[in-house]
C-alpha cells in the first residue's frame, strides 16, 4: 500500500489529481514568504492563499515520504521566516504529525524547529512548545541540549501560559527519571553551555540580541 502511496498518488508524474497539487502549492507557499529585501511575497498574495498551500503541502508530506524530504525545507523555513503567524502556527501543528509519519525525515530539522520557541508571536511560541514537549516526552524525538534550553527560556517568558507549559514540560521530564539516570541531570551541562554562550552572543552584540537574523536571505530555503 504504502509502495502504491509513493508512486502512484503523490509524485509530481503520477496523472492523478492530487499529484496535480504538489508543485502548485509548493509554488505558491515558496511566493509567500518574504524577499531578502523584505518586500514583496506576502504582499503579492492573500494570506488565506499562502495558509492552504501550507497545509497542503504539509498533509500531502504526511503520505508520502519522497514527497516529505522534497518539501521540508520549505516548511521549516516558513516556520522561520514567514510573516503570517498564522501560517508558521499551521506548520508547528504539521511539524507534530510529520514526526509521527516521518519521523526519521523530520529528526534532522528539530534544531531549526526548536528556534520558533524564539518567534515574536506568543501564539506561535505556544505552539511549538506543545508540539515539541508531545514529541520529545513521548520518545518521538530526542530531548536535546541545545533545544532543552530554548524551552528553559521559556521559563521566565512573558507570557503566563507559556512559562506554565514550560515548567510542566520540565515537572513530566522529570517524571521520566529512573533510580540511576535523570534526563533532566544528563542535558544541564549542555543547556547550560548553551545559555551561557547566548548570553556572550548578547553582550558581544551589545544587547541587540537576534532580531532580525532570520529575515537574512529570506527567500532561500534553510538547509539541514
Given at each position: 500500500?504504502?509502495?502504491?502511496?509513493?508512486?502512484?498518488?503523490?509524485?509530481?508524474?503520477?496523472?492523478?489529481?492530487?499529484?496535480?497539487?504538489?508543485?502548485?502549492?509548493?509554488?505558491?507557499?515558496?511566493?509567500?514568504?518574504?524577499?531578502?529585501?523584505?518586500?514583496?511575497?506576502?504582499?503579492?498574495?492573500?494570506?488565506?492563499?499562502?495558509?492552504?498551500?501550507?497545509?497542503?503541502?504539509?498533509?500531502m508530506a504526511c503520505v508520502s515520504r519522497?514527497?516529505?524530504?522534497?518539501?521540508?525545507?520549505?516548511?521549516?523555513?516558513?516556520?522561520?521566516?514567514?510573516?503570517?503567524?498564522?501560517?508558521?502556527?499551521?506548520?508547528?501543528?504539521?511539524?507534530?504529525?510529520?514526526?509521527?509519519?516521518?519521523?526519521?525525515?523530520?529528526?534532522?530539522?528539530?534544531?531549526?524547529?526548536y528556534g520558533a520557541l524564539r518567534d515574536?508571536?506568543?501564539?506561535?511560541?505556544?505552539?511549538?512548545?506543545?508540539?515539541?514537549?508531545?514529541?520529545?516526552?513521548?520518545?518521538?524525538?530526542?530531548?536535546?541540549?541545545?533545544?532543552?534550553?530554548?524551552?528553559?527560556?521559556?521559563?521566565?517568558?512573558?507570557?503566563?501560559?507559556?512559562?506554565?507549559?514550560?515548567?510542566?514540560?520540565?515537572?513530566?521530564?522529570?517524571?521520566?527519571?529512573?533510580?540511576?539516570?535523570?534526563?533532566?541531570?544528563?542535558?544541564?551541562?549542555?543547556?547550560?553551555?548553551?545559555?551561557?554562550?547566548?548570553?556572550?552572543?548578547?553582550?558581544?552584540?551589545?544587547?541587540?540580541?537576534?532580531?532580525?537574523?532570520?529575515?537574512?536571505?529570506?527567500?532561500?530555503?534553510?538547509?539541514?
Open positions: 500500500m504504502q509502495h502504491l502511496v509513493e508512486a502512484e498518488l503523490v509524485p509530481a508524474a503520477a496523472s492523478n489529481l492530487v499529484s496535480c497539487f504538489g508543485p502548485v502549492a509548493a509554488r505558491v507557499a515558496a511566493a509567500g514568504l518574504p524577499t531578502a529585501s523584505g518586500v514583496g511575497g506576502p504582499t503579492r498574495l492573500p494570506p488565506v492563499l499562502h495558509r492552504a498551500a501550507v497545509l497542503c503541502l504539509s498533509k519522497a514527497f516529505c524530504d522534497d518539501h521540508l525545507p520549505l516548511l521549516v523555513t516558513t516556520l522561520a521566516r514567514a510573516s503570517d503567524s498564522r501560517a508558521r502556527v499551521n506548520v508547528a501543528v504539521a511539524l507534530g504529525d510529520l514526526a509521527a509519519r516521518q519521523p526519521n525525515s523530520v529528526e534532522p530539522w528539530t534544531e531549526h524547529v515574536g508571536d506568543a501564539t506561535v511560541r505556544a505552539t511549538t512548545l506543545a508540539t515539541l514537549a508531545h514529541l520529545a516526552l513521548n520518545d518521538m524525538i530526542k530531548a536535546k541540549g541545545g533545544g532543552v534550553a530554548e524551552v528553559a527560556l521559556l521559563v521566565v517568558d512573558e507570557d503566563g501560559g507559556i512559562k506554565k507549559r514550560a515548567r510542566a514540560f520540565f515537572d513530566e521530564l522529570h517524571r521520566k527519571s529512573t533510580a540511576t539516570s535523570s534526563p533532566i541531570y544528563n542535558l544541564v551541562p549542555d543547556v547550560i553551555s548553551r545559555l551561557s554562550a547566548a548570553r556572550r552572543a548578547v553582550v558581544d552584540d551589545g544587547g541587540d540580541g537576534d532580531d532580525g537574523a532570520a529575515d537574512d536571505g529570506a527567500a532561500a530555503p534553510l538547509s539541514n
